[in-house]
């Protein structure tokens, strides 16, 4: 079972460019969730999706842009990269009934120089 | 809005010591509580994950404990191993809104020879 795949696991951006981080899941899960960790803390939510054609905010969404047209994928994109958004991005996605047990991807490990 | 504290943020002990980890909340609907491995550089394994309607959950060494009315979670490692060092993560859910999970800034474990 593949779960939730996330690529790229690593990239070096220059500030000002843009970039798409991919996530894929297989469980046809209808919650997905993008998460920030910075070094030493603990992960703050992006933005979520609980539907295709559905996202709403989380903790943290500025300077990120989110769309949900499938039920599998949930890509993020960043535009005009800052060096404030060097980190390690997660993708989760959860059923919506149950215990509603987040998956996580592998992350991507993102650094803007 | 759900806020989740981990103390202490850092954890040394020897080998095959008995350990309790402790995770507090604010909110007390608390729907559940998750308790995830995350070792250096890798990204985030799920170990417990407790309702609202259990008191504690077992899986091995490992037991997890939920009293949403005193707003604590506590993981309790048993004869500890070099291989339990990792840094962990405990994580709540509100019902609602997308289901979303509220992270603590974790706690480094090292257990030592």
């Known amino acids: 079972n593949a779960g939730v795949t996330q690529t790229p696991k690593f990239r070096i951006l220059k500030i000002g460019q843009s970039m798409t981080l991919q996530c894929t899941q297989d469980m046809n899960h209808n919650y997905m969730y993008w998460y920030r960790q910075d070094p030493g803390m603990g992960l703050k939510l992006i933005y979520y999706?609980?539907?295709?054609?559905?996202?709403d905010k989380g903790e943290v969404p500025n300077g990120y842009n989110v769309s949900r047209s499938t039920t599998e994928d949930f890509p993020l994109r960043l535009e005009l990269a800052a060096p404030s958004q060097t980190s390690v991005y997660f993708c989760?996605?959860?059923?919506?009934?149950?215990?509603?047990?987040?998956?996580f991807g592998p992350g991507t490990r993102l650094t803007v120089t | 809005k759900q806020e989740v504290t981990q103390i202490p943020a850092a954890l040394s002990v020897p080998e095959g010591e008995n350990l309790v980890l402790n995770c507090s909340f604010t909110?007390?609907?608390?729907?559940?509580l998750q308790w995830f491995r995350q070792d250096p550089g890798k990204g985030l394994t799920s170990l417990l994950l407790i309702q609202s309607s259990q008191r504690e959950q077992t899986s091995g060494r490992l037991n997890a404990s939920l009293d949403k009315s005193s707003g604590r979670s506590t993981l309790y490692i048993a004869a500890s191993q070099p291989g339990d060092s990792a840094t962990y993560l405990c994580a709540g859910i509100l019902t609602g809104g997308g289901n979303k999970l509220t992270f603590g800034t974790g706690t480094q474990l090292k257990v030592e020879l």
């Open positions: 989760a996605s959860s059923s919506d009934r149950g215990s509603y047990e987040q998956y």
């Open positions: 909110d007390s609907a608390i729907y559940n």
């Open positions: 999706s609980v539907g295709a054609g559905i996202t």
